[in-house]
């Protein structure tokens, strides 16, 4: 079970105004080995599958319904040859899991549909902010951009993006601290996190 929170602090229609908001709150964080970037997204079209087939080609691409029967190879040259068979199995998710920080964000941000989609950020710690007495943290620390829909876990669709913090469950004040520190505020309750 989950141990992070999550805090919305944007919700814009423009997913380039959320995405700088990400690259602005990673220039506070402290880096650990490892750091990454995971992202999911969920074609609803076949048109939607093999431009995220085409652009990710190492990514696993897999029916949202867990009893279709076939794996990530077949449904990806079923994508990739817009077999119309493949129509029945989707959606189907793309996931991308564990790349070095800064080499899938923009291509993931323009292949992203009309289907949910989340790219997460971690392996950091949160800074120290001496004037609330918090050390640095990296326990359930990571950043957050909820595509086409408005909750942590993509359950409510919607037509905009929501930026979330994750923190440690008592981080309430620096969570608040982040918010301001890259011009924003929470702009929701929090949430249970990943």
């Given amino acids: ?28 964080v402290i ?8 992202a999911e997204a969920q074609a609803l079209t076949l ?10 080609p190492e990514a696993t691409i897999a029916p949202c ?22 129509l029945g199995a989707l959606p189907v998710t793309l996931t991308l899991d564990q790349r070095p920080v800064g080499s899938i964000e923009e291509a993931f941000l323009k292949i992203t549909g009309t ?20 050390e640095p943290r990296g326990k359930d620390a990571f950043v957050q951009i909820v595509i086409n829909s408005r909750d942590v876990m993509s359950e409510i669709p919607a ?10 469950g008592e981080d309430d004040t620096r969570a608040e601290w982040l918010a301001r520190q890259v011009g924003l505020q929470p702009i929701g309750p929090w949430e249970n996190g990943l």
């Fill in 31 to 38: 880096p650990l080995k490892g750091f990454y970037v995971s």
């Fill in 65 to 86: 319904d867990p009893h279709w029967p076939e794996f990530n190879d077949e449904i990806r040259e079923l994508v990739a040859a817009g077999d119309p068979r493949v």
């Fill in 115 to 134: 289907g949910w989609a989340s790219i997460k950020w971690s392996w950091f710690q949160w800074p120290a902010v001496a004037e609330l007495g918090l």
């Fill in 159 to 168: 037509a905009d993006h929501t930026v979330f913090i994750h923190l440690r």
């Fill in 1 to 28: 079970m989950s141990t992070s929170r999550a805090l919305p602090i944007l919700r814009t229609a423009d997913l380039q105004v959320a995405y700088a908001a990400v690259e602005r709150l990673l220039r506070l």
């Fill in 47 to 56: 048109d939607e599958a093999q431009r995220m087939a085409l652009a990710f």
